[in-house]
Nanobody
Framework: QVQLVESGGGSVQAGGSLRLSCAASARTYTSTCMAWVRQVPGKEREGVAAIDSDGSTSYADSVRGRFTISRDDAKNILYLQMNNLKPEDTAMYYC????????????????????WGQGTQVTVSS
């Protein structure tokens, strides 16, 4: 069964940190690219960070230097370490997996990605 399950969201003050986790079934984990995508109400989903099966990473300009994406291949878990959080980081964060690269510099339509998690809310207060 295809499954992506996120955890680790919550509420934090500006400047704080959170670590998101995404537990993936073996089928989704072998996808070429895994990524974190976020969405605020009324806006399109946007790629935040992505990592390919060879370990290469990409980040949105808005999070580069503050967020780090990584994967634990032994446990089939994807992580997103978020430091120095800002109120504008407030969003629903989704784990995503696809056989093709997932963009971090343009909107990501739901139909563009093969597998999605259910999302975890991150709220950053000023």
């Amino acid at each position: 069964q295809v499954q992506l399950v996120e955890s680790g969201g919550g509420s934090v003050q500006a400047g704080g940190s959170l670590r998101l986790s995404c537990a993936a079934s073996a089928r989704t984990y072998t996808s070429t690219c895994m990524a974190w995508v976020r969405q605020v109400p009324g806006k399109e989903r946007e790629g935040v960070a992505a990592i390919d099966s060879d370990g290469s990473t990409s980040y949105a300009d808005s999070v580069r230097g503050r967020f780090t994406i990584s994967r634990d291949d032994a446990k089939n878990i994807l992580y997103l370490q978020m430091n120095n959080l800002k109120p504008e980081d407030t969003a629903m964060y989704y784990c995503a997996a696809d056989r093709y690269p997932i963009s971090t510099d343009r909107p990501v339509p739901i139909s563009r990605v093969e597998f999605w998690g259910q999302g975890t809310q991150v709220t950053v207060s000023s």
